[in-house]
């Protein structure tokens, strides 16, 4: 059974990943923790839900048509709520504070819209089991896998081999001397919201169609792991949040599968303190120290 | 004071000679239930794992102390006690642990929307084991968010919505015409708790005149009560310890809704 729980943490994992893959690339570029990045996954679930709902159409529609609402609300967001407070002056916390208004003002509009129980998400993909030896997976899950898989491919390859990935790197390694060799700061800021909240609507798709449950509440517990993975990963490192996802969704099913669910939580949280404890920097050191 | 549906064990009980309860302790309810759900088995349960919520107190209450204790009765084994949490979206680890076990039939203690994502759960990891549950899933809602999955599972309620019998069918009827729904346990709960009170009140004369006697009678017309009919749920008499007992429906879920079990 090992087998299975390990197969049942990267499934679960790979969501956390893409998750805080979102909220670190934000703060790499930024310095800020989009407390607001949950929401927009939970935007992007709902997008994805009404696409399945209005027009029947499949999960890879569900799929574009969350990930265009969350990186345009992504971008929405960073225009309306922490550009005009960025120009504004040197609080470290007026941005943050900005992120958690805006983070509630979207909980209670999809709560007026869709009520604030689970909604079921319709299953648009066959529930086919495939046996791989002694683990036992289902379609969907293989789906989100390597949705999962190729988003983060995409991601590296985004980063590393074209001109705007590379204009990111820059601007999160220093905004000002960026800005100085001529790159469009602002821009490339705008373009990190979207692509960040574009992951974060995927993930959010991906959770509807594997776990079968939306709500208005979900970018909460959704969020605060995300930030946990980021932190256990490195603050700004996007292979960190890819490992610590995994690592964390593993680390949940275990203590589930072996001890009480009530510690599920305990140990995701847990590691975060012992990793900030023992490695500040993360698992996969970055320059950015968590006390900045 | 009466409470139509309170589900928690020993709430009248800790609150005599004033407190009565009409809902049927969960105990009461799953005994017959559990009876059925054995009686209609080709193959004979002898190990079962029960799946509860240990967040919500009526699930985990009967997760932990009444169905143990009435498996044990019927000389069914636990192998297991496997929990999650209310709100809990993910059941993997939870199932393959129950997979692993390998029990010949499975018990669900949770509200409805947990519940059906584990039965869905269980379904897609290929757990084919006959499932009952408690009390938790009597709701339409189950069936909608567990789907196909649901097939099967056995549960016991109070009230039941597509009795076909006809005072309960008419009632129903009148239900959805005035407020667009299905009635819930609750509603019919509630519509027979308050039938009764009222027959209470025109046995015993009672016309608000006199308060301090008028409560005294209205108590005992309640502790005294004896297979009186409520409407929906028929003969009621409460017990010692201020609970109903009555004869709950064994439900079985068919296709899209609850249907009784022959």
Not at chain 1, 33 to 42: I, K, P, R, S, T
Not at chain 1, 55 to 79: N, R, T, Y
Not at chain 2, 48 to 77: H, Q, R, Y
Not at chain 2, 134 to 146: A, K, L, S, Y
Request: hydrophobic fraction near 50%; glycine fraction near 10%; charged fraction near 15%.
């Amino acid at each position: 059974m090992l087998a299975q729980q390990l197969a049942n943490g990267v499934m679960l994992g790979s969501t956390y990943a893409l998750v805080a893959i979102g909220y670190t690339l934000i703060f790499g570029v930024l310095r800020l923790l989009h407390l607001a990045h949950g929401e927009v996954f939970m935007v992007g679930a709902f997008a994805g839900l009404q696409v399945v709902l209005w027009w029947q159409f499949g999960p890879m529609a569900a799929l574009i048509g969350g990930l265009i609402s969350s990186a345009a609300l992504g971008m929405l967001l960073e225009l309306v709520a922490f550009r005009p407070i960025r120009k504004r002056g040197n609080s470290h916390l007026a941005p943050i504070v900005s992120t958690i208004g805006a983070g509630l003002v979207l909980q209670e509009l999809m709560t007026k819209l869709f009520g604030a129980e689970q909604t079921p998400f319709p299953s648009a993909i066959s529930h086919v089991v495939y046996h791989l030896g002694v683990i036992s997976v289902t379609g969907s899950q293989l789906f989100i896998l390597s949705v999962a898989i190729v988003s983060m491919i995409a991601l590296h390859l985004f980063v590393t081999y074209t001109r705007y990935g590379m204009a990111m790197r820059a601007t999160s390694e220093n905004l000002q001397v960026a800005a100085v060799l001529g790159i469009n700061v602002n821009m490339v800021i705008l373009v990190t919201f979207g692509v960040a909240s574009a992951l974060g609507g995927i993930a959010g798709v991906l959770v509807g169609l594997n776990f079968n449950a939306i709500s208005p509440f979900m970018g909460v517990e959704m969020g605060i792991k995300g930030m946990a993975v980021m932190l256990i990963g490195g603050l700004g490192s996007i292979y960190g949040a890819m490992v610590g996802g995994l690592l964390l969704g593993v680390m949940e099913v275990l203590s589930v599968a072996y001890l009480e669910s009530s510690l599920r939580d305990g140990f995701a949280f847990g590691l975060m303190i012992i990793i900030l404890i023992f490695r500040p920097r993360g698992l996969f050191q970055t320059g950015i120290r968590a006390e900045r | 004071m009466v409470t139509p549906m309170a589900a928690k064990a020993g709430i009248a009980a800790a609150n005599r000679p004033w407190a009565f309860r009409f809902a049927l302790t969960t105990e009461n309810v799953y005994r017959p239930l559990l009876d059925a759900w054995l009686k209609k088995q080709a193959m004979p349960i002898k190990k079962v794992v029960i799946l509860m919520d240990a967040k919500d107190a009526v699930s985990s209450f009967d997760g932990k102390t009444v169905f143990p204790v009435l498996l044990k009765e019927k000389g069914i084994e636990v192998l297991d006690t496997v929990s999650f949490q209310t709100g809990d979206i993910d059941y993997s680890g939870q199932v393959t642990r129950a997979k692993g076990r390998n029990p010949d039939g499975i018990v669900v203690s949770a509200l409805y929307n947990e519940a059906a994502h584990a039965v869905a759960e269980l379904r897609k990891q290929g757990m084919s084991q006959p499932i009952v549950a408690g009390v938790g899933i009597n709701d339409p809602r189950f069936i909608q968010i567990g789907g196909a999955a649901t097939e099967g599972v056995m549960a016991a309620s109070d009230f039941f919505a597509d009795n076909p019998e006809p005072v309960v069918a008419a009632w129903v009827k009148e239900y959805e015409n005035r407020f667009k729904q299905k009635p819930s346990n609750a509603s019919g709960e509630m519509y027979d708790t308050l039938y009764l009170m009222r027959e209470c009140i025109k046995s015993t004369g009672v016309i608000g005149s006199d308060l301090k006697a008028d409560r005294v009678k209205l108590r005992d017309c309640w502790a005294n009560m004896k297979n009186m009919q409520a409407p929906l749920m028929g003969a009621t008499s409460i017990d010692k310890n201020g609970d109903a007992t009555r004869v709950p429906t064994v439900l079985v879920v068919k296709g899209t809704a609850f249907v009784v079990a022959q």
